[in-house]
């Protein structure tokens, strides 16, 4: 029936490339692309550095090629009182700013080649290091009362905690490292897995001792621990908050290398093949198309 099977493990997207709808709209892409890349610098050697500017018409403008951008998140914690949780500006002038955050808000780029992605740790970052701080700093005998929504990280569990389907039956192995704890032993439990009584049940017998029954979530310990800035080990910090100008220049040339292998008229295959092989030109050579051509 004309089927064959393929993998695609990473690359372009290709989904409905062969439809003609995509074709003519390529094909018009291209065409434009290619007019305002004659309006556009160029950047050689092997940093990209120098910036090779075209000669322009009187009537004409230099063009700067623009990327997708990046993703920008927001964190931030609202109070009825006052709405966003930040130091007044009285406070803002005073010493009190001189050691804690002037607001809780968090903001990052997140992406696996940004500032990774949002997660249980920065939060307790920011809760340790912003909310508290500003909270206390405003109001002085107050209780303050959190409230977040059921998402599955907010019930998360410290590296330490004690959850007992988190331990091996015998020694050996992966173990988790568990906070010390005393409890009175496991003697007399079942060894037979199809028993309807869960009273003996290992786990089940650990789960209920006093330590592992009332064991709580990440956020509420930091938040309940009067000693948190002893306690909770700061979060690594967030190791690039921008792009280097190299790594957009070399973007940009990637994306004309894939136009210029659609222009000469490779597939998918045949393009990802080129970009990759030939990633210092920023167009594909036409001495060595034949060569791609015969590989596919």
């Known amino acids: 029936m004309g089927f064959e099977f393929k993998q695609f493990k990473k690359g372009v997207y290709i989904d409905g490339y062969k439809r003609p709808d995509i074709i003519a709209y390529r094909s018009k ?4 692309m290619a007019s305002y890349k004659k309006l556009m610098p160029k950047f050689e050697d092997n940093n990209l550095e120098i910036q090779i500017n075209p000669d322009l018409q009187e009537n004409e403008h230099l063009h700067i090629l623009k990327g997708r951008g990046k993703s920008i998140h927001v964190n931030n914690f609202l109070c009825e009182t006052i ?29 696996t080649n940004n500032d990774s992605w949002w997660n249980i740790e920065l939060l ?17 005998k107050a209780v303050a009362v959190f409230a977040f929504d059921n998402s599955t990280s907010h019930g998360a569990f410290n590296s330490d905690a004690l959850i007992a389907n988190c331990m091996n039956v015998r020694s050996g192995g992966k173990q988790s490292k568990m906070r010390n704890t ?16 869960n009273q003996y049940y290992m786990q089940y017998i650990l789960e209920n001792q006093p330590d592992f029954f009332t064991q709580k979530c990440m956020i509420q310990e930091v938040i309940e621990d009067k000693d948190y800035k002893n306690r909770l080990q700061q979060v690594v910090p967030i190791a690039l908050d921008h792009i280097f100008l190299l790594e957009i220049r070399a973007f940009a040339r990637k994306s004309f290398r894939y136009m210029d292998a659609y222009r000469k008229g490779l597939n998918v295959k045949q393009a990802e093949y080129a970009v990759k092989k030939y990633k210092r030109y920023r167009v594909i ?8 051509l015969t590989k596919f």
């Open 83 to 111: 709405g966003r949780l930040q130091l007044s500006e009285e406070q803002k002038l005073s010493e009190v700013s001189n050691n804690i955050p002037h607001e809780a808000k968090v903001t990052m780029n997140p992406g």
């Open 124 to 140: 307790v970052q920011q809760i340790v290091n912003h909310t508290i701080p500003i909270f206390e700093a405003t109001y002085h």
């Open 29 to 32: 892409f291209l065409e434009q």
């Open 182 to 197: 005393i409890f009175n032993g496991l003697k007399g439990f079942c060894k037979n897995k199809d028993s309807t009584d």
């Open 285 to 292: 050579p036409n001495n060595i198309l034949q060569d791609i």
